[in-house]
């Protein structure tokens, strides 16, 4: 599977950025998808994740309310529509997809993961 995440760019706070993920050369059916994120000098940390069967999906805590993870199973993407965005959200945002359907307590590790896209830089200004 390839993902190919494009949508990221510069932003002012409270502003809004939507980004894609569109993925192909496998079957999704089975799939669970996500958005991680690396800040410079940091960690690369879970945003959210989306079953492709059934669409539950997982929030971390610092984006709950902000932003939101979708499907679209005719493109197949995947997107993150992110809201009233802080200056602390400036990173590399990656997608990610697993071949298998996680459960909710692994969907937020990146050990998880099998297939990762290039990342697109998101830059929140004050």
């Known amino acids: 599977v390839q993902l190919q995440a494009s949508g990221g760019g510069l932003v002012q706070a409270g502003g809004s950025l939507r980004l894609s993920c569109a993925a192909s050369g496998g079957t999704l059916s089975t799939y669970t998808m996500a958005w991680f994120r690396q800040a410079p000098g940091k960690e690369r940390d879970f945003v959210a994740a989306i079953r492709w069967s059934g669409g539950n999906t997982v929030y971390a805590s610092s984006v709950k309310g902000r932003f939101t993870i979708s499907r679209d199973n005719a493109k197949p993407s995947i997107y993150l529509q992110m809201n009233s965005l802080k200056p602390e959200d400036t990173a590399i945002y990656y997608c990610?997809?697993?071949?298998?359907?996680?459960?909710?307590?692994?969907?937020?590790?990146?050990?998880?993961?099998?297939?990762w896209g290039q990342g697109t830089l998101v830059t929140v200004s004050s």
């Open positions: 990610a997809a697993a071949r298998k359907r996680l459960i909710l307590t692994m969907m937020s590790i990146s050990r998880g993961y099998d297939y």
